[in-house]
């Protein structure tokens, strides 16, 4: 029987400079400058996941969420490993502040695992797992990666990113809980890594904006209005993600989630 935690090993067709387009999610600049946020953060991120949960293996008594752990660190990293690749045509647009930005994601990662606690990184992965949880099974609702002027390479990427996601779902959680259950902790911790996360795509969005006014027109000017509806959402995911009665264990998976769970598993280079 298969695990409901299967690594898959793929290859996604990467997206050469030429092609790349700043709206390539729905024609729709906000949601693709979200996409390309998301993308360069999870290269930073999921390297950390996976070390946070590696460093604290051994402190796990349960045999089943030892294995799910596991089997977790190993699909974030292969989320990275894809998304490393993706960003190259990104990256190649030179767009200005772009690469020092990142380059202080890399820093602020580094930092928190040479000198922060097991708890506040297990904390910091569990307020982050709480947050994209929501938002993936949003993207499956909304179907916004079947939209047909969303770029086929974009919406495979992040239809089987956001999938696993919503496999795993549960188990940030359950390691939270299994070694710390401190609610306020984990309350702070959803502010800490979900401001981290809204902080950098924020930066991004500006960046790319400016840029891309400048190229291709007022089309990809954020106005106010978008960004306060924006921010309001966020808002909203967090709030949900703090309250006392959270749990992942509740959400009910989108239809269509598990034909997309096997398209992958059938067209994977192995699955494990």
Same mark, same amino acid.
């Given at each position: /029987? *298969?695990?409901?935690?299967?690594?898959?090993?793929?290859?996604?067709?990467?997206?050469?400079?030429?092609?790349?387009?700043?709206?390539?999610?729905?024609?729709?600049?906000?949601?693709?400058?979200?996409?390309?946020?998301?993308?360069?953060?999870?290269?930073?991120?999921?390297?950390?996941?996976?070390? #946070?949960?590696?460093?604290? /293996?051994?402190?796990?008594?349960?045999?089943?969420?030892?294995?799910?752990?596991?089997?977790?660190? $190993?699909?974030?990293?292969?989320?990275?490993?894809?998304?490393?690749?993706?960003?190259?045509?990104?990256?190649?647009?030179? @767009?200005?502040?772009?690469?020092?930005?990142?380059?202080?994601?890399?820093?602020?990662?580094?930092?928190?695992?040479?000198?922060?606690?097991?708890?506040?990184?297990? &904390?910091?992965?569990?307020?982050?797992?709480?947050?994209?949880?929501?938002?993936?099974?949003?993207?499956?609702?909304?179907?916004?990666?079947?939209?047909?002027?969303?770029?086929?390479?974009?919406?495979?990427?992040?239809?089987?990113?956001? /999938?696993?996601?919503?496999?795993?779902?549960?188990?940030?959680?359950?390691?939270?809980?299994?070694?710390?259950?401190?609610?306020? @902790? $984990?309350?702070?911790?959803?502010?800490?890594?979900?401001?981290?996360?809204?902080?950098?795509?924020?930066?991004? *969005?500006?960046?790319? #904006?400016?840029?891309?006014?400048?190229?291709?027109?007022?089309?990809?000017?954020?106005?106010?209005?978008? $960004?306060?509806?924006?921010?309001? &959402?966020?808002?909203?995911?967090?709030? $949900?993600?703090?309250?006392?009665? @959270? *749990?992942?264990?509740? @959400?009910?998976?989108?239809?269509?989630?598990?034909?997309?769970?096997?398209?992958?598993?059938?067209?994977?280079?192995?699955?494990?």
């Amino acid at each position: /029987m *298969t695990h409901p935690i299967p690594v898959r090993r793929l290859l996604f067709e990467s997206m050469p400079a030429e092609e790349f387009k700043p709206d390539c999610v729905a024609a729709n600049p906000v949601l693709s400058y979200t996409c390309w946020g998301v993308s360069m953060y999870v290269t930073f991120l999921e390297p950390f996941i996976v070390k #946070s949960m590696h460093r604290i /293996m051994d402190d796990i008594k349960d045999d089943d969420l030892r294995e799910n752990v596991d089997r977790f660190a $190993r699909q974030e990293a292969q989320h990275y490993q894809q998304h490393q690749r993706f960003n190259e045509a990104l990256f190649a647009q030179g @767009y200005p502040g772009l690469n020092e930005r990142y380059e202080i994601l890399r820093q602020d990662f580094d930092r928190m695992l040479e000198e922060e606690s097991d708890k506040y990184c297990v &904390g910091f992965v569990e307020g982050f797992e709480s947050y994209t949880t929501q938002g993936a099974i949003a993207v499956f609702k909304t179907g916004i990666m079947n939209h047909p002027e969303t770029d086929p390479r974009v919406a495979d990427l992040f239809n089987w990113h956001l /999938m696993e996601e919503i496999e795993h779902r549960t188990v940030a959680f359950d390691i939270y809980d299994h070694l710390y259950g401190d609610y306020l @902790y $984990r309350v702070k911790m959803c502010l800490i890594a979900q401001g981290h996360i809204t902080r950098f795509i924020m930066d991004c *969005t500006r960046i790319m #904006s400016a840029y891309d006014v400048e190229r291709f027109g007022k089309k990809y000017q954020i106005s106010l209005p978008v $960004r306060m509806f924006n921010q309001i &959402g966020r808002v909203i995911l967090t709030t $949900r993600s703090c309250l006392p009665w @959270y *749990t992942p264990h509740r @959400y009910v998976v989108p239809e269509g989630v598990e034909s997309v769970s096997k398209h992958y598993s059938d067209i994977a280079q192995s699955v494990s």
